[in-house]
Nanobody, 115 residues
Framework: DVQLQASGGGLVQAGGSLRLSCAASGFNFDDYSICWFRQAPGKEREGLSC????????YYKEYAKGRFTISYDNAKNMAYLQMNNLKPEDTAVYYC????????WGPGTQVTVSS
């Protein structure tokens, strides 16, 4: 079975940092792009960053550029999202998944940024 477990969320003040981790089992990162998504209260889930495990090429939503850094470790089948200079509008549940087609979603990890 494929499992995607995001962790590392928490409560942080505006301007703070968090590093999210994504542990994947049941498939190899080598074959896919890995993405981070988030869902804020009352909003739809959206993709904010992806990385190709084949090329290392990255993609970021505009609001993530310069603040967030996506990375992965193929040997560990782990992906990461370093988030700096967090803002209250970054408050959301964060998820990881491969690029389309998505695997079943894991529970995500809550990130709360206080002003």
């Amino acid at each position: 079975d494929v499992q995607l477990q995001a962790s590392g969320g928490g409560l942080v003040q505006a301007g703070g940092s968090l590093r999210l981790s994504c542990a994947a089992s049941g498939f190899n990162f080598d074959d896919y792009s890995i993405c981070w998504f988030r869902q804020a209260p009352g909003k739809e889930r959206e993709g904010l960053s992806c990385i190709s495990s084949k090329t290392g090429r990255t993609y970021y939503k505009e609001y993530a550029k310069g603040r967030f850094t996506i990375s992965y470790d193929n040997a560990k089948n782990m992906a990461y999202l370093q988030m700096n200079n967090l803002k209250p509008e970054d408050t959301a549940v964060y998820y990881c998944n491969r690029g389309l087609p998505y695997y079943p979603w894991g529970p995500g990890t809550q990130v709360t940024v206080s002003s």
